[in-house]
């Protein structure tokens, strides 16, 4: 590689990775997500194009080397040296597999430089739905959140096309040439921005309640009881100031068993003759062999149902090949109604992604209940960063947004790599 194009391939590699920390935490000016189509566009060719992606999404998903060594070692599968690895390379492999898209499908500088626009609007598609939208995380979509909020798929439509454009800068660059190009595209641009709004409040009597209870021991039985009464004392103190809905983490009881059945029989007896409902993060059995479970939010007590994680965070939960692995829930699965409300469900991982939440921008239910289970994430940017998402998929969409989640109960995470 000469000089000159390893100079320029770094320094896109440094744009992109200043216009992730601009977004996302610690910034949070989605806004500027509209330099990354103009960037790619000027690149000089798929080299710098690339490196201006990748940089954006190692920035961007940073902890994921620190996240894989905290849960991998906790968990006792690996040894905290190569929990790290892992991590490294799994957070490698994210930024390329992102960053492909963009690098293939850009011109090369002998070519002419038309239908950029096509292929930025491919790019958005191909890295935003699986395959590889499965770690589709960071997504530029996200600017619609901004640019034209509430209005559900029409929001998205809006971002894609005023994304694709931008890519198309070097048509409009100069508005001596174009002025009246120029002007329509800023207007088109600008004029939804001014309209924000603040996201709408959840039904009254609807509470999160958030924990910080750490990780789970499902090895021990103590762990166990000790871990439902203490869910059961928080939902109680949430019910009686007032709430008739209160919702709890996710997977915070672990596998939903006979015997924790058994521990929440009364406390469920109560809430369904009071009329209350708690909806509460588990995980479900689906098979024994293998071991298969559902990654789930179940309503209890004065309702009924259930909503599957369509997308538990892959290697950590979704293992298709291992012996126990999380299962996909059904990515047709409806709103469910509690308390008279139609309610949609992000579940941890999803918070990160768009696909798993195609109905919600489509048809617009009353609230948006995000669980998350968040006890390896201790000092890491992470968490603030799925926060910043899934509040953005919300304001898009126009609904209310209510999250409970569980944190790390001591700073002893801290100390781990």
């Given amino acids: 590689m000469q000089a000159k194009t390893l100079l320029s391939a770094l320094a896109y590699a440094a744009t ?59 968990h006792g599968e690996l040894g905290a040296t190569p929990a790290l690895a892992v991590g490294v390379a ?37 890295s935003t739905v699986p395959p590889i939208g499965i770690v589709g995380w960071v997504s530029p979509l996200h600017v619609a959140s901004v640019l034209l909020p509430g209005a559900g798929i029409y929001s998205l439509v809006y971002a894609v096309l005023v994304l694709a454009g931008l890519a198309c800068y070097p048509l409009w660059l100069f508005p001596m040439r174009r ?5 329509a595209a800023l207007v088109l641009l600008v ?5 924000s709004e603040a996201l709408p409040r959840p039904p009254a009597g609807w509470v999160a309640v958030n924990t910080a209870m750490g990780q789970l021991d499902q090895a021990s039985y103590a762990a166990l009881y000790a871990r439902s009464e203490a869910l059961q004392l928080a939902a ?35 809430l369904k003759d ?19 479970y559902a990654d789930s939010a179940i309503v209890l007590g004065a309702g009924d149902g259930r909503f599957d994680s369509r997308q538990p965070v892959p290697a950590g939960l979704w ?20 308390d008279g409300h139609r309610a949609a469900f992000s579940i941890c991982y999803e918070d990160f992604l768009f696909w798993p939440h195609w109905r919600l921008f489509l048809v617009r239910p009353d609230v948006l209940l995000g669980l998350a289970n968040n006890w390896f994430d201790d000092g890491l940017a992470v968490g603030e960063i799925q926060r910043q998402s899934i509040s953005s998929i919300a304001r898009i969409a126009g609904v209310p947004l209510l999250r409970a989640v569980n944190v790390p109960n001591s700073p002893t995470l801290n100390a781990k790599p």
């Fill in 16 to 74: 992109g990775a200043g216009i992730a920390f601009a977004a996302w935490y610690p910034g949070n000016w989605v806004i500027v997500l509209l330099a990354l189509p103009v960037l790619w566009a000027a690149s000089p060719g798929r080299v710098a194009a690339g490196t201006m992606w990748a940089g954006y999404y190692l920035v961007a998903a940073r902890d994921i080397p620190v996240v894989c060594a905290r849960f991998f070692s906790v």
């Fill in 236 to 270: 109680r103190k949430a019910f009686d100031a007032g709430a008739r809905v209160v919702v709890l983490p996710e997977e915070m009881t672990g596998l939903w068993r006979d015997s924790t059945q058994f521990w929440w029989d009364s406390s469920l007896t109560q």
């Fill in 179 to 183: 002025p009246a190009a120029l002007g």
């Fill in 274 to 292: 009071s009329r209350k409902t708690l909806v509460m993060g588990v995980d479900l059995r689906v098979s024994e062999s293998p071991r298969r």
């Fill in 90 to 126: 799994f957070w490698i492999a994210q930024a390329c597999v992102l960053a492909m898209p963009w690098m293939v499908l850009k011109p090369e500088p002998a070519s002419r430089q038309r239908g950029l626009w096509w292929r930025a609007a491919l790019a958005l598609l191909v």
């Fill in 191 to 195: 004029a939804p921005v001014a309209s």
């Fill in 319 to 338: 293992r298709p090949m291992a012996p126990l692995s999380a299962v996909l829930g059904d990515l047709s699965q409806d709103f469910l109604t509690i």
